[in-house]
């Protein structure tokens, strides 16, 4: 009797964890299914034209949210959108991509550019969003001391130009030369006719540095930073003969003539081209001439002096003077 009830649980037992093994089978049965189908359902939601969707598009990185769009494709959007864009243009996603919500769309423009550096011009296209990038795009190398134009940051258009200008700073010197300065010195013992050089003068140099700036090779500005002299001038010594040897002199009246430039004067006995020492008796200057005239011929009157070996011994508003005149010998 025991034996028969133990027989009879066992089997109940067995047929407990059955229901409760189909029980659980049939309920996460049932959970896939409805996910199953809530996804589905989702989805046609997503790719349903006739759904309103909500996107954003960014066209040269100024961003546009859009709402209630039933276009199907990206190229539909854009074309029904209008925003000046063409085949060429580069667009992420594709044209021919579906249209979800939520989706970004990115835009940048093909743009025809015109740039012009170191002396060339050339035609690029692009869809770089600045002029940056632009020539980044065209393989130009720009330094940060470089003019552009229009500046780095700004927008290109469909179709533009850019303007490089080469910039370089350069420091340079220039040298100017320093007159040298002549001393005379006086010897008694030479002749007056004689005239040595005792040092010989030589050009000093003063050297000055500038700050000059180039565009595309050409000086713009020039900026003195300062100068020193690199070599000092020599002061160039003559030695200049004073030692005169006259003849027999004779005392009358000096006048002037009209100006020639020289040290001359009218005689009529010293002979021409000889030489004569003229003293203002008054005051005792006195300046040796050539004889390249004749005259003068008033009364009293020896001779006629230029007007700029008048002025070495006597003012010119004198007029006459009383003088002595000395043949030169030597």
Do not use: Q
């Given at each position: 009797m025991t034996q028969?009830?133990?027989?009879?649980?066992?089997?109940?037992?067995?047929?407990?964890?059955?229901?409760?093994?189909?029980?659980?089978?049939?309920?996460?049965?049932?959970?896939?299914?409805?996910?199953?189908?809530?996804?589905?359902?989702?989805?046609?939601?997503?790719?349903?034209?006739?759904?309103?969707?909500?996107?954003?598009?960014?066209?040269?990185?100024?961003?546009?949210?859009?709402?209630?769009?039933?276009?199907?494709?990206?190229?539909?959007?854009?074309?029904?959108?209008?925003?000046?864009?063409?085949?060429?243009?580069?667009i992420f996603p594709s044209r021919e991509v579906p249209l979800s919500s939520g989706m970004i769309i990115s835009v940048n423009r093909l743009k025809k550019v015109s740039v012009k550096a170191d002396g060339e011009t050339r035609e690029t296209y692009t869809t770089a969003r600045t002029v940056e990038e632009a020539l980044y795009d065209s393989g130009i190398s720009v330094r940060e001391e470089d003019l552009i134009a229009p500046n780095r940051?700004?927008?290109?258009?469909?179709?533009?130009?850019?303007?490089?200008?080469?910039?370089?700073?350069?420091?340079?010197?220039?040298d100017k030369k320093l007159l040298y300065d002549t001393k005379t010195k006086e010897d008694d013992s030479l002749s007056w006719r004689k005239k040595t050089v005792e040092q010989k003068g030589e050009n000093g140099v003063r050297?000055?540095?500038?700050?000059?700036?180039?565009?595309?090779?050409?000086?713009?500005?020039?900026?003195?930073?300062?100068?020193e002299i690199t070599k000092d001038p020599v002061t160039e010594i003559v030695v200049q003969g004073t030692f005169v040897k006259v003849g027999k002199g004779s005392n009358g009246m000096g006048t002037w003539y009209s100006y020639t430039g020289k040290l001359a004067a009218a005689s009529l006995s010293l002979p021409l081209g000889s030489y004569a020492r003229v003293t203002n008796t008054a005051t005792g200057k006195s300046v040796i001439v050539v004889i390249n005239d004749r005259g003068p011929y008033g009364k009293g009157r020896i001779i006629d002096l230029d007007k700029v070996a008048f002025e070495k011994i006597a003012s010119i508003g004198a007029g006459v003077i009383e003088v002595k005149v000395e043949p030169v010998l030597n």
């Open positions: 028969k009830c133990a027989e009879s649980c066992d089997v109940k037992g067995d047929m407990g964890r059955k229901r409760k093994k189909i029980f659980i089978a049939v309920v996460f049965g049932s959970a896939a299914v409805v996910f199953f189908f809530l996804f589905i359902r989702n989805s046609r939601r997503i790719y349903d034209t006739t759904v309103p969707k909500s996107v954003t598009m960014i066209v040269e990185g100024f961003p546009y949210r859009l709402s209630s769009i039933t276009a199907k494709t990206v190229g539909e959007l854009i074309d029904t959108v209008g925003e000046d864009i063409s085949v060429d243009d580069l940051s700004t927008l290109l258009s469909r179709s533009g130009k850019i303007v490089v200008t080469r910039v370089e700073i350069r420091e340079e010197k220039t050297t000055y540095r500038y700050r000059v700036s180039y565009h595309d090779g050409k000086e713009v500005n020039r900026k003195l930073l300062g100068s």
